[in-house]
Nanobody, 124 residues
Framework: VQLQASGGGLVQAGGSLRLSCAVSGLTVRRQTIGWFRQAPGREREFVAARFRGANTYYADSVKGRFTISGDNAENTVFLLMNSLRPEDTAVYYC???????????????????WGQGTEVTVSS
């Protein structure tokens, strides 16, 4: 199983980025895919998840600004990030798991497979 995250970069506050997580070895429409982020000196935190290819969940800090979606044909999951803020600056990781339960989608330790991360920097 491999996850390849991409799409990070430098953007001004208020701008947008779309992150991609290309998955191989698993079919995204049946998996739970999560996005997490880790800022320097901070713990990895939950951002968004698509539970078993269907329902979506978001951290309160990104709700209304970020959208997680999937392209089953491309076996890729996206994270569209709008109205970016300097506090969104972090390395963003995608993760996948096929057995996770709903109550655990926000817990990083619940995911078995991780991508390498893509860096997002939001300037003020």
């Amino acid at each position: 199983v491999q996850l390849q995250a991409s799409g990070g970069g430098l953007v001004q506050a208020g701008g947008s980025l779309r992150l991609s997580c290309a998955v191989s070895g698993l079919t995204v429409r049946r998996q739970t895919i999560g996005w997490f982020r880790q800022a320097p000196g901070r713990e990895r935190e939950f951002v968004a998840a698509r539970f078993r290819g269907a329902n979506t969940y978001y951290a309160d800090s990104v709700k209304g600004r970020f959208t997680i979606s999937g392209d089953n044909a491309e076996n890729t999951v996206f994270l569209l990030m709008n109205s970016l803020r300097p506090e969104d600056t972090a390395v963003y990781y995608c993760a996948a798991d096929s057995t996770i339960i709903l109550s655990s989608v926000r817990a990083a330790r619940s995911y078995d497979h991780w991508g390498q991360g893509t860096e997002v920097t939001v300037s003020s």
